[in-house]
Nanobody
Framework: QVQLVESGGDLVQAGESLRLSCAAS????????LGWYRQAPGKQRELIAD???????TYTHFTQGRFTLSKDNANNMLYLQINDLREEDTAVYYC?????????????WGRGTQVTVSS
């Protein structure tokens, strides 16, 4: 099992920045990829960015340079820096992991952290 706990969401003004954190625990050595997703009201959950075990980071096209993913391997932490926040960034942000153990692929989600951007 892998446990993921997000934090850092807040109510902010447009143009401000936030840094979201995700703490991973449990069978972290089984994790292949860690990533951030978001789900806005009435919309499907979408990938923002992810990072592989080898450190390769992939960003979704809409991030437009405003989102930066980083990882602290020593402390099993994943971060998402969001700059120049816009109203359309309002969403619940989720941490996600896919892992391989006991010969099977597993997916894990955190409970999410709310980001609300006001104009």
């Amino acid at each position: 099992q892998v446990q993921l706990v997000e934090s850092g969401g807040d109510l902010v003004q447009a143009g401000e920045s936030l840094r979201l954190s995700c703490a991973a625990s449990g069978n972290v050595f089984s994790i292949n990829t860690l990533g951030w997703y978001r789900q806005a009201p009435g919309k499907q959950r979408e990938l923002i960015a992810d990072i592989t075990r080898s450190g390769k980071i992939t960003y979704t096209h809409f991030t437009q340079g405003r989102f930066t993913l980083s990882k602290d391997n020593a402390n099993n932490m994943l971060y998402l820096q969001i700059n120049d926040l816009r109203e359309e960034d309002t969403a619940v942000y989720y941490c996600h992991a896919d892992a391989t153990y006991e010969a099977y692929e597993h997916e894990f989600w955190g409970r999410g952290t709310q980001v609300t951007v006001s104009s």
